[in-house]
C-alpha cells in the first residue's frame, strides 16, 4: 500500500465531501481504539472543524484514558479540533431501570451492548445537527462488509466511511504513518460495548488478519472445503458472520406493491 497517498487521497476525498455537502467540518465518537484514531486525525488533516467526542458508558478506565491522550495529540497537533465528554452512563442505566426486567441477565447481554452503540450514535447526531457536522463512521473494510462486526444504526449510523475500503492491518500501517499513540496501536481491538475486557478476537474466534484472509478466499469463490485445520475453521467463522449479519450490509428491503394493486 501506498501509505502516503492514501492518506491524501482520503483527507482530499473528506474534504471535497464536505465542502459540497455545505457543512462545516466532522464529529467523531472517539474510543480510544485504532479505528477511531485514525479516522480522526484524517478528519483534522482535512483542516475543517473537528468535535471529538469521548461518551464513556460504564467504560474501562484505559480506554476513557486512551481516548483522551488521543483527543490531546490531535489538539496539540490540528488547531480546529474540539472536544465534549459527554458521561451516558446514567443515560443508559436509567433507560435499562426503565426497561420491562428480565428473568436473567444474560437474556439480553447483547441487545444491552448494542444500545450503548446506538446512545453514542444519537449523541454524534445531536452534535451534528447542532453544529452542521458530518458524522464520520470508523469502520473499516472487514467490519462493515465482511463479518458485519457493528451495531445497526449504531456505529453503522454514519454519514461517510473514510476507512471502509481499507483492512484492519492496513489501518495500523497508517495509523504508524500519522504518529497515532502507541498505547493505541498496541492495544488489543475492542468495541468496548461490554463493560469488561473482552477482545474483537474474543466475541468473533479469529484475528483480523485471518479474517481478511476469509475475506479475499470468499472473494475468489472458495469453501470450506479448500482448506484444512485453522484455515477451515476460521473460513467457517468469517461465512456463518457474513451470513447472519448480511441485513447490515445490503439495502434495507422495500416492499414493492405491484401495480395492479395501487
Known sequence: MQTEKVVDYIVDWLKSYATKAGVKGFVIG???????AVTSTLCAKTGLPLLC?????HQAPNQVSRALNHIEWLQANFKEVTMTQVNLTPVFDSLINSLPPVETEEERFMSLANTR????????????????LLVAGTGNKVEDFGVGFYTKYGDGGVDL?????????????IAKFLGVNQEIIDAAPTDGLWGDDRTDEDQIGASYPELEWAMEMDAEGKNAEDFSGREQEVFKIYKRLNTANKHKMIPIPVCEIPNNLL
Open 53 to 57: 467526542l469521548e461518551m464513556p458508558i
Open 30 to 36: 472517539v474510543s480510544g481504539g485504532i479505528d477511531s
Open 117 to 132: 452503540a446506538r446512545l453514542r450514535m444519537t449523541s454524534l447526531y445531536y452534535f451534528a445537527a447542532l453544529d452542521k
Open 161 to 173: 466511511s473514510p476507512i471502509a475500503d481499507l483492512y484492519k492491518t492496513q489501518v495500523y500501517e
